[in-house]
């Protein structure tokens, strides 16, 4: 099992930041009937950084007043600029799931096809855990059109599925419906029983996770367990 002591090295960019050339381009090419002057296609783009930046902290059901005022342009500039916030937050999400669709594609042209599974992983998991809106918008709880990209993302895992599968680093017995829930269930609140976690817990579970998945040995949980409380420390180590 390679390259995955510390789960995988991060594969995504910054999920308020990336590349978001091609929503920008998206949402221009609405407007059909004449080419966008150089400030609108500023302002555009300032909106789909605010949108990217305001899903990923509050979710899908972010105003556009939200979005306008983190761009620092009017609600006017934002309804002369964009069709709708619906179209807004279709094409910030729909170039989020085309991030996971294009790690899914770079893991399968790794030549360890485990390898790149963990890869794979790391980024799914990372990104749902870091964006509210794409958590929501993975999890089939918001009324945007994403049918398309989610079905391009789902073919990607069948096909790196099978691909672990068929070199017998996965286990059989797991379809590969069944992965997008495992790698979801890594997730995990701040708190639970009085036990705090850090922001990297999600690292550990999915590294039990994957171990769980594989063929071989499990590697070396990364990172630290969850803190308990100060006075239960103290009373166990009294003990």
């Known amino acids: 099992m390679s390259g995955v002591g510390g789960v995988a090295s991060d594969t995504m960019g910054d999920t308020a930041g990336g590349d978001v050339d091609s929503a920008v381009e998206r949402l221009l090419a609405a407007d059909l009937e004449r080419r966008p002057r150089a400030d609108a296609r500023r302002n555009v783009r300032r909106l789909v950084v605010a949108a990217r930046a305001a899903v990923a902290e509050i979710g899908v059901e972010v105003t556009a007043h939200e979005i306008a005022r983190r761009a620092g342009v009017g609600i006017g500039t934002f309804y002369r600029r964009l069709p709708s916030r619906e179209a807004l937050l ?4 729909a170039d989020t799931i085309g991030e996971l669709v294009t790690a899914a594609s770079r893991a399968a042209d790794d030549p360890d096809p485990w390898h790149g599974f963990c890869e794979f992983a790391v980024a799914f998991v990372r990104l749902r855990s870091a964006s509210c809106g794409i958590n929501e918008a993975l999890g089939g709880q918001c009324r945007l059109a ?65 171990d769980g998945l ?21 009373a166990t180590a009294a003990e």
Do not use: C, H, K, Y
């Open 90 to 93: 279709e094409a910030v999400l």
């Open 146 to 210: 994403l049918d398309a990209p989610l079905a391009e993302l789902r073919e990607q895992v069948r096909l790196l599925v099978g691909r672990a599968q068929s070199a017998g680093v996965m286990r059989q017995d797991v379809a590969w419906q069944d992965v997008p829930f495992l790698l979801a269930s890594v997730m995990t609140g701040e708190r639970t029983i009085g036990l705090r976690a850090d922001a990297e817990q999600w690292r550990r579970n999915l590294r039990v996770v994957l």
């Open 214 to 234: 594989a063929t071989t040995g499990p590697v070396p949980l990364p990172g630290s367990p969850p803190e308990e409380p100060a006075g239960v420390q103290a």
